[in-house]
């Protein structure tokens, strides 16, 4: 089955291994029941306030559903496609969301506490005052991101793409940023106390009233 979505001009075709679609009502109810649902077409659904911790959603397709409030902690979302989707105030925490796709995600003020966001694409996603303390951003893409005033301390964006990112005010204390890419990046009055950043590419970046004093620059 074919999917593409047109949110702000995005179109991202794929292919699904779809075998239903649920109603609210059902989805909370597997949940509940521990049950499995991997791979399901989930595209626009509401979710708002939703108790789905710990839920299985490896692979879906939850593209344009609206997640806001919900509590999605120690849900295992890895492969996931959330392009576009409403998750502002979402609890992320814990969740495995590797490789997972958020581009074009409104994220303002989720949480996401030590999440694993490694490889995800987070490509001109909206994260303005999220909790990513802990979290692993391995390798993720966060090119045109919005991460302004995010906690961030003790994140690992270790080769993570961060250009054109908006960091202003964000907290990186302790972040790793070994080897990322943020060219370009806004980290205007930003935090980066602690922070490591031995081969990051800083062309272009904006430090205005950064807090970098005792940043590591090098081994």
Not at 186 to 197: D, E, I, Q, S
Not at 199 to 214: P, R, S, T, Y
Request: aromatic share 4%; with cysteine; proline share 0%.
């Amino acid at each position: 089955m074919q999917f593409s979505s047109h949110r702000h001009g995005v179109q991202a075709p794929r292919e699904y291994n779809l075998m239903s679609t649920y109603s609210r009502e059902e989805i909370l109810e597997k949940v509940f029941h521990d049950q499995d649902l991997s791979g399901r077409d989930l595209e626009g659904i509401s979710l708002i306030n939703a108790e789905l911790k710990g839920a299985r959603l490896e692979n879906a397709n939850l593209s344009l559903a609206n997640l806001n409030q919900a509590n999605l902690e120690h849900a295992s979302l890895d492969g996931a496609h959330l392009e576009g989707a409403e998750l502002e105030n979402t609890n992320l925490s814990y969740a495995k969301l590797s490789h997972s796709n958020f581009s074009y995600a409104n994220m303002n003020e989720a949480v996401l506490i030590k999440a694993d966001l490694e490889g995800a694409n987070l490509v001109d996603a909206v994260l303005t005052g999220a909790d990513l303390t802990g979290a692993n951003l391995k390798d993720a893409n966060l090119k045109g991101a919005n991460l302004a005033d995010a906690k961030m301390s003790g994140v690992n964006l270790e080769g993570a793409n961060l250009t054109d990112c908006l960091l202003n005010h964000a907290d990186l204390t302790g972040a790793n940023l070994l080897n990322a890419n943020l060219q370009g990046a806004v980290l205007a009055g930003t935090n980066l106390g602690k922070a490591y950043l031995k081969g990051a590419n800083l062309v272009g970046v904006n430090f205005e009233l950064a807090k970098i004093d005792d940043a590591q620059w090098s081994a």
